[in-house]
C-alpha cells in the first residue's frame, strides 16, 4: 500500500503560513504512541482464557483457548492451491435496503499433516447450508473421505470450522465448496461499494481491499500471504457495467438468472500468488490505453474524468516506469496485463493489487490545467510505488506481516529510482531526505518507537496486523534500505536483488533472505566490516538510531543512542545494546575522502578525522544518523557556509540545519547555534536547506508568535527571504512563468509565503492584485495552481469582508476536490475576529462544510494566530458535540486536540488544558486520550523551553536584524 497517513502539500504549504510544518511529527508521534500503547494491550488481552460468543445457532461459545481454532495463525496442515471464485455484486439495493453480493467458491487443497479439523477463514458471510453444514467437502483424488461432524463459524479468529468424524490422510487432496452471500457495504474493506456523482446522478462501484484481511469477507480462503494459490474469477454483472479483475478478461457471456440478464465474465488463471493481492472491480468506468504496448497497459476512472484526459499522465509514465523496472529487477514484468483504476472512495494512498492497481483519485488522476506540480510528484511517487511491488511483494512475498517493513520500506525506495526514471530534471530522489528520513527520525527520536522487525509470533490479530503498517515501516524502511544501496556497490546490490527475486518467485521469503542473496553478490574488494546481516541488524532489530560526534580536535569519534528527550527512559532491551554498525562518509575543506569509515565501538579514535581542516560527516546524508561536532568544528562549517556555501552538497545544508536543530532540541548544542545554521540563508536559492530551515522554526514561531519576540523573528526572517524573493520574481518574469524545476517550483511557493507572512510589502501588493484580478472576473481565475494556497491565504488575511465573501462563494461553486480544498484552508486566514467565529460556527453546520471537513476546518482556524484562542474556546464549549460526532474516529479526535493545544506554552495555558480534562471526565476524550495526555507533557515541556530559551532566542534575532533593512 501507499502510505495515506502523510501530511497533504496542501497542508504543508498553510504550514509556512501558520506553523503546522511540524505537525507531520506531531501525528505521526501520536500515531507511534497510539500504536504502541495497542500492542500492550493486545499483548494482555490474547493471553486470556475463554473467547467467543456469538448469536449464530451454529456457533460454539465458550470454548477453551488452547483449541486451535482459537489461535489467529493457520495451522499448516493443509495447504491450497487452486481457487476457482464466482462473485455477482447488486449494484442496486435488495428488499431489506441492503447491497449484497453473492458468491460461489471452492478451493482445492492438500494435507500435509493429517488433521481432523479444516479451518478456513470466513469473515461476516452467510452460508447457504449444504446437508446442514456450511460447506460441501469433496476428495479430488479419489482417497476416502472423512463425513463431517459439525460446521461452525469461529468468529473471534475470524474462522469457518469444520469438523470431521476422522482425519485428512497426508499426501491427499481434497475440494471445499460453498454459496455465501456478503454485504456489499461501504466500509472500505474486503468486496465493498463505492458510490461517487455524476452529473446529479449517483453512482455505484463494487471494488475490493484485501489487504491485510479482507479476503476472507470476500470469500472462504486461507487468508495468510504465504498460502499462495491459483484464482480462477469470474464475475456476474448487470450488462451496463463492466467487470476487472487481476487478470485479462477471457470471455464475457449473458446469461439469464432470476428472470433478469447478467454479464459472465471469466478471467484468465493467476499465477500462483497471496490472497491480499486479489483484486475484483465492477464499474461503469471507461478507460485509455497505451496502443500496442506489452504489457497491456490502461487506465481507468470515472468517465468524465477520463473525457477531460485526466489519466494521460499516468498513462504516459507507466510504461516507462515498467521497462525501467524491468531492467532494474533484471526480470520481466510477471504479469499480461497492468490496470491501474482511480476510485473516488478509497482509504490507502494507493492498493497493488497484482495486475489491478487501485488508487485514491488524487494519487492518480492529473489535471493539466487545475493540478499543481505537488499533485503531480504525488501521482508519479505513488505510481512508482506500486510498480515497484509488482515484483517485489507480488512476486516475491513476504511470509508474514512481521516483515512489512521490508516490502514497504524497499518499495518505499526503489519509488525514488522509478520515478527519477521519468523526470530526469527533478532531482527527486534527494527528497527521500525530507519526505521520509527527517520525518521519521523525529518518531524515532523516541523512547517509545519499536524496532522495523518484529518477531513473527509478536503479530497475530487483524489489529496487530494493521499496526504494522506505521512511519516506521514506510519510511524508517526505506532510509535503512537507501543506506544499504550507498555502501553496496550499486552492481552487487542490483545482482543480489535479481537473484532473491529468481531464488522466491511466485513463492515467499523472510527479510534475512533478501540479505544472504546480496551477501553471495558482494565482492571481496568490497571491505565491508562485517556481513551484510550483522551491520543491517544493528539498524533493523533495534529501534532507534545514533548521533554520531566526530571531534576534530583529538580525531574521537563516538556514537550514542539519540533521544529527542534527553530525560527520557529507554524501557525496551537492546541485544547491540543500542551500538550500531555505522557508515561514515565524509569531506573535508571540501574534498569527499575515498571510502567509509565503519564505527562499530560506542568510542574510536580515526587519526584522519584530527585536523584543523573542516570535516563534514555522513555525506549526501546517506547514513541514517545524525551528526555533531566539536566547537571548533561547527563554527569553521558555519564560516564556510557563509563564505561559500556550494562547497557543501546541498543535501548536507539541508543537514547541517536539521541536525543543529534536532541537537539543540536534545540539548546537546545551544539553541542559539542551532539559530546560527540559518544566517547562509539570506545567499541561498536551493529548496532543501529552505525547507528544512522552515521546518525548524515552525517551532519557533509557535512558541512565540504571541510575544515580542516574534516581532523580532519576523523582521529577521523578512531579511532571510528577502533575496529569494528578488530572485524568484527575476527566474519567474516577474512572476507570469513558473520555473522549470520541481524542486525550484516549490521554492517559488515557499518564497511567496515566507515574504507575504514576514510582511515584505510587494509579495502583499503582488498577492492581492492577483486576488482582485479574479474577483474583478470569475470566470477567469489568474493564480497559477502552484501558488493557490499562498495567494489565496495572503489575500484573505489581508482583506475585508468582500474577500473573504468571494472566497467562500467560489468554494460553495468549485467542483475539484482539490482547490475546494485549498480554499476552505485560506478561508482560515481571516485575521478579523467575527470572520473567524462565523467561519468557526459554519464548521460545524453540514449544509456548509461537509462533515468529514468539519474537524480539519477548526483546526485551519487554530493554527492561525489570530483565530487560536477562538477555536480553543469554541472547541472546548462544544466539545459534547464534537465528542458525538466524531468520537468514532481515532485519526480525527487525536489530530484535533494534538493541533489545538500545540501553542500552548504558559502557566495559564496549562491551567486552562487541565481544567478542560477535569470538565470532561464524562464524556471523556475517547480514542483522544492518549493525545490529551501528550498534550499535557508537551504543554509542560513547552513551558520550561520557553522559560530557558526565550530571552537569548530574543537577543539572538535582535543582533541579526540588519537596521538599514
Ligand atoms: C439533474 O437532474 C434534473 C432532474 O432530474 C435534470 O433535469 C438535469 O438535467 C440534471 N442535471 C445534470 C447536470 O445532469
Ligand atoms: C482455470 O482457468 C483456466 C483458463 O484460464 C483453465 O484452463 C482451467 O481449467 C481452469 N480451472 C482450473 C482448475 O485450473
Ligand atoms: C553572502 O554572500 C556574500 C558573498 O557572496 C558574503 O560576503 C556574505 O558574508 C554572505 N552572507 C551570509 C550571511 O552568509
Ligand atoms: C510586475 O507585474 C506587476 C503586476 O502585473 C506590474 O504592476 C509591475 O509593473 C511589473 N513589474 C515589472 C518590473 O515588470
Ligand atoms: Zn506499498
Known sequence: MAKGFYISKTLAVIGILFSVAAMATVIGLSVALSQEKAKNENSDSTSDTYVGTTTSSNSITMQPSNEIWNKYRLPNSLIPDHYDIELQPHLTKNVEGLYVFKGKSSVIFKCVTATNLILIHSNKLNYTLKAGHHIYLKAVDGSNLPSIQKTWHQTTTQYLVVQLNSNLETGKTYEISSEFRGELADDLAGFYRSEYKEGNETRIIATTQMQPTGARKTFPCFDEPAMKATFNITLIYDPQYTALSNMPNISTTSKNIDGKQWSVTTFDRTPRMSTYLLAFIVSDFSNIEQPGSKPQIR??????????????????????????????????????????????????????????????????????????????????????????????????????????????????????????????????????????????????????????????????????????????????????????????????????????????????????????????????????????????????????????????????????????????????????????????????????????????????????????????????????????????????????????????????????????????????????????????????????????????????????????????????????????????????NNWTVRPSGLMEQYNEVNAISLACTNDLQECKTMASDLFNNWMNNSSYNPIHPNLKTTIYCSAIARGEEKEWDFAWKMFQKATVATEADKLRAALACSTKPWILNRYLQYSLDPTKIRKQDAVSTITYIANNVAGHRFAWDFMRANWKTIYTEFGESSFTMTNLITRMTQRLSTKFDLQQLEQFKLDNQDPGFGSANRAMEQALEKTKANIRWVQENKEAVHVWFNTKINSSL
Not at 412 to 421: C, I, P, R
Not at 658 to 682: E, G, M, Q, V
Open 299 to 732: 487506465i481507468w476512472a470515472r468517465k468524465k474524468a477520463i473525457e477531460e484526459n485526466q489519466g494521460e499522465y499516468a498513462l504516459n509514465v507507466t510504461g516507462s516506469i515498467l521497462n525501467y523496472y524491468d531492467s532494474y529487477y533484471n526480470v520481466s514484468y510477471p504479469l499480461p496485463k497492468s490496470d491501474q483504476i482511480a476510485l473516488p472512495d478509497f482509504s490507502a494512498g494507493a492498493m497493488e493489487n497484482w495486475g489491478l492497481i487501485t488508487y485514491r483519485e488524487s494519487a492518480l488522476l492529473y489535471d493539466n490545467e487545475i493540478s499543481s506540480i505537488s499533485n503531480k510528484e504525488r501521482v508519479l511517487t505513488v505510481i512508482a510505488h506500486e510498480l515497484a511491488h509488482q515484483w517485489f511483494g507480488n512476486l516475491v512475498t513476504l511470509r508474514w506481516w512481521n516483515d512489512l517493513w521490508l516490502n514497504e520500506g524497499f518499495a518505499s525506495y526503489v519509488e525514488y529510482l522509478g520515478a527519477d526514471f521519468v523526470q530526469k530534471k527533478w532531482n527527486i530522489k534527494d527528497l527521500i531526505l525530507l519526505n521520509e528520513m527527517y520525518h521519521v527520525m523525529e518518531i524515532d527520536a523516541l523512547s517509545s518507537s519499536h524496532p522495523l522487525s518484529s518477531k513473527e509470533e509478536e503479530v497475530n490479530t487483524p489489529a496487530q496486523i494493521n499496526e504494522v503498517f506505521d512511519p516506521i515501516a514506510y519510511s524508517k524502511g526505506s532510509s535503512v534500505i537507501r543506506m544499504l544501496t550507498k555502501f553496496l556497490k550499486e552492481s552487487e546490490f542490483k545482482a543480489g536483488l535479481n537473484s532473491y527475486l529468481n531464488a522466491f518467485e511466485y513463492g515467499n521469503a523472510i527479510y534475512s533472505d533478501l540479505w544472504t542473496h546480496l551477501q553471495q553478490a558482494v565482492n571481496a574488494s568490497s571491505n565491508l566490516p562485517r556481513s551484510i546481516k550483522e551491520i543491517m541488524d544493528t539498524w533493523t532489530l533495534q529501534m532507534g538510531f545514533p548521533v554520531v560526534t566526530v571531534d576534530t580536535a583529538s580525531g574521537k569519534v563516538t556514537q550514542k543512542h539519540f533521544l529527542l528527550d534527553p530525560d527520557s527512559k529507554v524501557n525496551r532491551p537492546s541485544d547491540y545494546n543500542y551500538l550500531w554498525i555505522v557508515p561514515i562518509s565524509w569531506m573535508k575543506n571540501g574534498v569527499v575522502q575515498p571510502g567509509y569509515y565503519w564505527l562499530q565501538k560506542s568510542e574510536e579514535i580515526n587519526n584522519d578525522f584530527k585536523t584543523s581542516d573542516w570535516v563534514l560527516a555522513n555525506i549526501n546524508v546517506d547514513g541514517y544518523y545524525r551528526v555533531n561536532y566539536n566547537k571548533e568544528n561547527w563554527d569553521k562549517l558555519l564560516k564556510q557556509l557563509q563564505n561559500n556555501h556550494s562547497v557543501i552538497p546541498v543535501m548536507n545544508r539541508a543537514q547541517l540545519i536539521s541536525d543543529a536543530f534536532s541537537l539543540a532540541r536534545a540539548k546537546y548544542i545551544h539553541t542559539t547555534a542551532a539559530l546560527d545554521t540559518t544566517k547562509f540563508l539570506i545567499n541561498e536559492t536551493e529548496y532543501m536547506p529552505w525547507q528544512t530551515a522552515i521546518g525548524s522554526l515552525d517551532y519557533f514561531k509557535q512558541m512565540f508568535d504571541r510575544t515580542d519576540v516574534y516581532g523580532s523573528m519576523k523582521k529577521y526572517m523578512k531579511q532571510q527571504v528577502f533575496n529569494l524573493f528578488y530572485h524568484f520574481k527575476d527566474v519567474t
